[in-house]
């Protein structure tokens, strides 16, 4: 299963009600596990961005899906990136020769 980098920071909505933060969490992870991906890791950060997650997801189509509806609840702008483990690094590297 693909796996994809979610930088995020939170709106000034989603600082208002931080308390809820951790329900909020335990949703978007509800929401990700219900079209059948997991999350690896979430960590909160200090720095340009306000958490880092890493999660699994089927395909591409069901990460935007993810993120969307991340966005939609108004609670934090995301950043993603598609993240190729090292076996696959290695495989790409190696084609080019």
Known sequence: MPTYVMLANWTDQGLKAIGDGSRR?????????????????????????????????????????????????????????KAFPEAAFRQIVNSLH
């Open 25 to 81: 969490v335990d949703g978007a992870r509800k929401i990700l596990e219900d079209m059948g991906g997991h999350f690896q890791e979430l960590y909160m950060t200090m720095g340009q961005f306000d958490l880092v997650g890493i999660y699994d997801a089927p395909d591409d189509a069901v990460a935007a899906r993810f993120i969307l509806m991340l966005g939609q609840l108004g609670n934090i702008r995301t950043t993603s990136m």
